[in-house]
């Protein structure tokens, strides 16, 4: 392992996040809430150390598959316990375990806060929150290599240990263009969602608010009621759409913006999941209209948010659909497991390897009628090679282990076992509101703080897609070997 170029990426790494610091301080000495102080103090502490780390020279400049994965685990640990800091000394959040769940929730683009009252909060504060979304939505690390050189020739395991899905790739021949052309259309689409939210009636401060949890497919909102307390459906037809926008792998919207429309039409994964989007919203509509719970007009549009938001892992919420029917929980909880596209900002295990797990069960159950038959996988007309087709069973197993495992932790102090299955499943997918005692109506701040600590640790697994999380853990991981 090269470990001084893995040092010295994390001092850069800090000092980056020292940067991302300063819009939150802007806000907080114009609103003048109390709040610039913690501001000021992370970023002096986050440049000292970053500069610190950035100062050393590693003898050689190459990156290997496990120093990638070092410096991506290492530098979201250490990016969300920064950001806990201003929660913490402004006396927002005043207990350090869940300053850390809140920042860390931010990050990886949860959502799920244990905060009981969020309006009346110092603004800088709520704007340091929710940019947390916009910032670990594309990637923290990728953010870093589209700002500063940060590993040179051995970036390209960054992207693939920090990328959701089975396999990222570049579009342009050199890495660092690649995620300026990611960062680009992010931020071009985020700001297409803010002039739309202005346009629809909202204040330029909930505007960006909203729109960093969207884009991110978080979900913080400066609202108790999130979404829904404005009421309003340009908003919500907004949001909802901006919401499916974001949970598109950004490949398909860079090949789209360069001429060829067409590749919406072909990719295979972008037709399962409005597949799964158009399938969902008429069931949830007709549930919730038959129960009499809503009109049939009201139970389109909320289950068409809400569908959306669930998809996408973003989390936001117009109604409490923990008072929805049983089927129509049932169904927002399949799509918490599956969630959005890979390549996109979205969390879950990804329609991709859904569409991937339902060939190759089909494949089996014609081997068992033709055992001499061959036949490959082919997603978009597309061979998938047996490593990616073995990595996605991998996956879905770990996924489905590490779910079990923390069920039976979290559940043990749970009132009820839906909400510590739901907790741990919406953190595990990065969606953030679970059912019960964690619906969108509630929030985490009932659950102790180990149990805290073990959803936080869920949602970083989710979001950097188990491997890099687990091999951490590893005693062999840290060992030297020969290359």
């Known amino acids: 392992m090269n470990r001084k170029a893995v040092i010295r990426s994390l001092g850069i790494v800090l000092l980056c996040e020292a940067g991302f610091m300063i819009p939150s301080l802007v806000i907080a000495l114009y609103f003048k809430d109390g709040d610039a102080l913690s501001f000021l103090l992370t970023i002096g502490l986050l440049i000292l150390i970053g500069g610190l780390l950035s100062l050393v ?26 950001g806990a800091m201003p929660f913490f000394l402004s006396g927002a959040i005043p207990k350090p375990v869940d300053a850390l769940f809140e920042s860390v929730s931010g990050f990886t683009t949860t959502g799920a806060s244990i905060l009981t009252v969020i309006e009346g909060m110092p603004r800088g504060i709520l704007f340091w929150r929710s940019f947390t979304h916009w910032i670990g939505g594309m990637g923290v690390l990728l953010l870093t290599l589209a700002i500063l050189p940060l590993a040179g020739a051995g970036a390209v395991h960054i992207l693939r240990a920090e990328s959701p899905g089975p396999s990222p790739g570049k579009l342009v021949p050199r890495l ?34 909203h729109a960093f949890g969207t884009a991110g497919t978080g979900g913080f909102s400066n609202r108790n009621l999130s979404v829904g307390a404005y009421a309003s459906l340009p908003v919500n037809l907004i949001i909802s759409v901006f919401m499916l926008l974001f949970g598109v792998s950004f490949s398909l919207h860079y090949q789209a913006l360069k001429g060829n429309w067409r590749v919406y039409l072909k990719d295979e994964e972008l037709r399962f999941y409005l597949t799964l989007v158009v399938a969902s ?17 009201a139970s389109l549009e909320h289950a068409f948010f809400q569908v959306s ?95 079990v495992f923390a069920v039976f932790i979290v ?63 590893l005693p062999s991981f840290w060992r030297r070997v020969s290359h």
Not at 58 to 76: E, F, H, Q
Not at 281 to 297: E, F, K, N, S, Y
């Open 281 to 297: 919203v008429a069931l949830i509509t007709w549930d919730v209209w038959r129960h009499q719970i809503m009109a049939p007009g």
């Open 57 to 82: 020279r590693p003898g050689k400049t190459g990156l290997y598959a496990r120093d990638g994965l070092a410096i991506v685990s290492l530098g979201w640990l250490a990016m969300s316990f920064f």
């Open 309 to 403: 938001s669930i998809i996408t892992t973003t989390g936001y919420s117009t109604v409490d659909f923990n008072t929805w029917p049983t089927l129509s929980k049932s169904v927002l909880i399949l799509l918490m497991f599956i969630g959005a596209s890979a390549g996109s900002t979205g969390g879950g295990i990804k329609c991709i390897r859904i569409l991937m797990m339902f060939k190759m069960i089909r494949r089996e159950m014609t081997r068992m009628k033709h055992p001499q038959i061959v036949q490959g996988i082919r997603v978009s007309k597309v061979t998938v090679e047996q490593d990616i087709l073995g990595a996605t069973t991998l996956f879905i197993l770990f996924y489905l282990v590490i779910l």
């Open 411 to 473: 559940a043990a102090e749970s009132a009820d076992l839906v909400t510590g299955f739901t907790a741990v499943l919406a953190c595990l997918s990065n969606i953030g509101p679970g059912l019960e005692m964690v619906g969108p109506a509630s929030n985490y701040s009932a659950f102790s703080p180990h149990s805290k600590l073990i959803l936080s640790l869920c949602m970083l697994i989710g979001r950097l897609e188990i491997m890099p999380v687990v091999l951490l853990a």
């Open 176 to 209: 660092a263009a690649t995620a300026k052309i990611l960062y680009l259309l992010y931020i071009a689409l985020t700001l297409a969602q803010v002039i739309a939210l202005l346009l629809a009636g909202m204040s330029l401060f909930d505007a960006l608010i």
